[in-house]
C-alpha cells in the first residue's frame, strides 16, 4: 500500500517526531523513505530551540547524519534539499510529494490546544488540506522528543458521511500489514452536543429531536453490529462502538481509554478559519491528542 514515504523535517528536535513512524511502516511495508528539507524565504534563525536550517549545504549535512542514526540498515533511505527559498512551505512539501510520487507523507504537528494553532492551523495540516496523499501527524512526547510508535490498535471514527467510510480500506490494510486490532467507533450526539442548524432545532422541538437521536443510535448499532461481524469474518480482530456526546472529545477520550496507537480518519481537509467555523472533527482531534492521526483525503478528484 505504502511505496515511498516522504518525511519533511525542519531542523528541529520535534519535527524528528515523525521518524520513528517512518521507520516502523517504512519496515512493515517493504518501502523507501525520503527525507526532505524546504530551505524558508526569510526565515526566523531558531525553530523550536534549534538552529533554523537556512543554508543548502547545513541541512544536507544534518538530513545525511539524522539517516544513519534513524533508520535500520535494510530500510532505503534518501534525502532531498529544496534549495530555492520559498514563502510556502506546505505547498512546496505538496509538491515534492507528487514529484517524488510518494504515497505518505509522515510529519510532526507542533501545535497542540492554543488558540493560534486552531486559527491559522499548522503546516501539516495545511499540507492534508492542498494535497492528495494520505498524512501521518505525529506529536513529540511529553518531554518534547521522538515518541515510540506502534500499531497495535487502530481507532476508526466514522460518521454519515459515506466519503469518510473511505478510511476503512486503508485502516483495514494497516490492520493486516501490522497485525493490529481495529476499533470502528461512530459518535451521535446529544441535545446539549448538537451544533449548528441541528442545535437551533433542537431548542424548538427537544423531545423531537431527542427521540430522533436515540433511534439514529439504534439504527447505527445494527449497522455496525453487521460491519463487526462482516471484519471477523475477514479474520480481523475487531470491535464497534456508538458512543454519545461531541465527536471529537469523545473520540479523544475514547482512544486513551483503548489504549489506541493511531487513529485513522477520512477529512475533507479543511483548516485554519474553514476548520473552526465547520466544527472540522479532524482539526479538532489533533488539536487535542498526542495520539497519531492517519489524515485520508476525501473528496478529491
Known sequence: MFKHILVPIDGSLMAEAALPAAAFLAEKFQ???TLMHVIEKNAPEKVHG???????????RYLSELLQRSFPKDIQVDYHVHTNEVDDV???IVAHAAELASDLV?????GRGAALHMFLGSIAQSVIAQ???????THPNEQGKPPVFSCRHILVPLDDNPEHAQSLPVSKELARTCSASLHLAVVIPDLTTLSGEKAAASKM???????????TVQDTEKYFQTLEGGL??????????VLRGDPASVIVAAAVLAKIDLIVLGTH????????WSGSVAHRICSQSRIPMLLIPVGKS
Open 232 to 241: 471477523r469474518q475477514e479474520g480481523f480482530e475487531a470491535s464497534a462502538h
Open 90 to 92: 506546505a505547498g512546496s
Open 31 to 33: 518501502a523507501r523513505v
Open 131 to 137: 494535497g492528495s496523499q494520505p498524512v501521518l501527524i
Open 205 to 215: 422541538l427537544p423531545g423531537t429531536t431527542s427521540r430522533l437521536l436515540e433511534l
Open 269 to 276: 481537509g479543511k483548516t485554519g478559519m474553514d476548520a473552526f
Open 50 to 60: 534549534q538552529p533554523h536550517l537556512k543554508h543548502p549545504q547545513d541541512a544536507e
Open 106 to 110: 509522515i510529519m510532526c504537528s507542533h
